[in-house]
């Protein structure tokens, strides 16, 4: 069953109700009464560039890579230091008009690891993809909200908030994906199980328990801001836990839409990845984008 007989099962039509519209957006995981936020994505107001805020990290040691999967697959594993630098922050990763991707933070950290992705205009794919390995890593900003209180209006400007029916658990990592197209492409984006229903204002695999099994939320921009025509979908499921430690990571900035489907060439995409081992020895090989004294120490 597709996403379409979806709505149309449950009366909804997704280009009128089924679209959160705000310039902000800030994601939680639930915790017993409480909230975790565990990222930000901001559609900028004067522009269109979208901006991404990683959580609150207890360890923010980490490593941020320009990387490249060699022609002839689209599986390999990548090395990260190659073209790799360390850093001592949480950094933000932006992605701008002219397909200008790049990962900051102001007055921190040098911008240096960049590259050129597709234009926000043409986008019509796989935006970026985050994975938190253990929510041990976050630095836990709890917040203590109404369940009436977590969807305000469909096409508010203000900050909105959106809680995945997931249980904050040790035990358990998460997968974000998110993907970036035209609204009238949403059709061809997934296939879903009978089973799937419309839990306002997304959907949902709910198991028979009750417990939720995936989500699915489509956000953009307000109505007459730049953008607007465009949908971000951000998919979300727990996933099994591949490392012990509590890591997140991420990639995106991938080369535009057509190079990815060419296996003639390489595919280019920036990574990071929090904590990283051996801080210090990282730093005297591969250098660092940290603009304060914060590394003298190391």
Same mark, same amino acid.
């Given at each position: ?11 909804? $039509? ?21 909230? =975790? ?6 559609? $900028? ?17 980490? =490593?941020?890579?320009?990387?490249? =999967? ?5 599986? +390999? ?64 900003? &709890? ?41 009238? $492409? ?15 204002? /997304? ?5 028979? $328990? ?5 989500? !699915? ?9 730049? /953008? ?23 990639? /995106? ?10 296996? &003639?060439? +390489? ?8 904590? !990283? ?8 090989? !591969? ?12």
């Amino acid at each position: 069953m597709d996403l379409q007989e979806i709505l149309n099962r449950e009366n909804i $039509n997704l280009l009128e109700a089924g679209i959160i519209r705000s310039h902000k957006f800030s994601f939680h995981l639930r915790k017993d009464t409480n909230l =975790i936020k565990i990222f930000k994505l901001i559609f $900028n107001k004067k522009d269109g560039s979208i901006f991404l805020t990683l959580p609150r990290l207890k360890n923010t040691e980490g =490593i941020l890579s320009y990387s490249e =999967i060699p022609a002839g697959s689209r599986n +390999a594993d990548v090395s990260m230091k190659q073209s790799g630098t360390a850093t001592s922050h949480i950094v933000k990763y932006s992605h701008h008009p002219d397909g200008t991707a790049h990962f900051s933070l102001t007055d921190k950290v040098r911008t240096e690891i960049r590259k050129k992705s597709e234009e926000l205009m043409k986008y019509d794919g796989h935006f970026c993809s985050i994975t938190i390995q253990s929510p041990s890593a976050l630095i836990l900003d &709890e917040l203590t909200i109404g369940e009436e209180e977590i969807y305000t209006p469909m096409y508010s400007s203000k900050d909105q908030t959106i809680a995945f029916n997931f249980d904050y658990e040790e035990s358990v990592a998460f997968k974000f994906i998110f993907y970036y197209f035209p609204v009238e $492409n949403y059709e061809s984006y997934i296939k879903i199980p009978k089973d799937w229903i419309w839990y306002e204002p /997304g959907l949902s695999a709910i198991n028979e $328990n009750g417990e939720f099994l995936e989500q !699915i939320f489509f956000i953009s921009s307000t109505k007459e801001a730049i /953008g607007a025509k465009h949908v971000m979908m951000v998919r979300a499921a727990p996933v099994t836990k591949v490392s012990k430690e509590p890591r997140i990571s991420f990639i /995106g900035g991938f080369d535009p839409g057509n190079k990815q489907k060419d296996l &003639e060439v +390489a595919l280019g995409f920036l990574a990071l990845s929090y904590p !990283i081992d051996d801080f210090k020895a990282l730093v005297k090989e !591969i250098g660092s984008v940290v603009l304060s004294d914060d590394l003298k120490n190391t």
